[in-house]
């Protein structure tokens, strides 16, 4: 965990340009995600990704925290502001200048026609960061029916996700899994 400049730049555009494909939530751009900090930079293993992923779904906040996560482990708290800068300022602002127009564009019908257009493109980019990560942390029958359990569970039930992922937490635990 040392401080090399030209590292900290990459990890600091990488996560800027990975927050401008975010369309639809963050889950959007786990996949690419997952590829830029576990397979092109190395900043973390695929588990340490997933269980980084995990634990921005516990902490209250967006689950993109996972960025300060990954910039933490590689490069300690200057690593983690940095990929929390990079990841969460340049479209926080750009949500607030655009919101502030969207409201009177809203009515128009190409904007209704851009909006509808979006739904399907967010959907497909979430499904795929689910793919993603089952894949990193699917890993036998034991993973898998743990993980179809929950699916199931949240399908079926109106149950806040965080008590499906505690108790999955702790049976993955106490399995030894």
Not at 18 to 26: E, K, N, R, Y
Not at 102 to 123: K, Y
Request: proline letters at 5%; glycine letters at 10%.
């Amino acid at each position: 965990m040392t401080l090399d400049l030209l590292d900290l730049l990459r990890l600091a555009w990488t996560f800027l340009w990975l927050s401008f494909l975010a369309i639809g939530g963050g889950l959007a751009v786990i996949p690419e995600m997952q590829r830029q900090v576990v397979d092109r930079f190395a900043w973390v293993t695929a588990q340490e990704f997933v269980d980084g992923y995990t634990l921005s779904q516990l902490t209250p906040g967006p689950n993109m925290l996972v960025a300060v996560f990954v910039g933490y482990r590689a490069h300690g708290l200057v690593g983690a502001a940095v990929a929390g800068v990079a990841m969460f300022l340049p479209t926080s602002l750009l949500t607030a200048v655009v919101s502030r127009r969207w409201s009177s564009a809203r009515e128009h019908p190409w904007a209704r026609a851009g909006e509808q257009a979006l739904a399907p493109v967010g959907l497909g980019l979430m499904a795929a960061g689910v793919y993603t990560l089952a894949r990193s942390a699917v890993h036998d029958w034991a993973t898998a029916g743990l993980a179809a359990a929950a699916t199931a569970l949240l399908g079926s039930f109106p149950l806040p996700p965080i008590v499906v992922v505690l108790a999955g937490g702790v049976i993955g635990w106490l399995a030894g899994l």
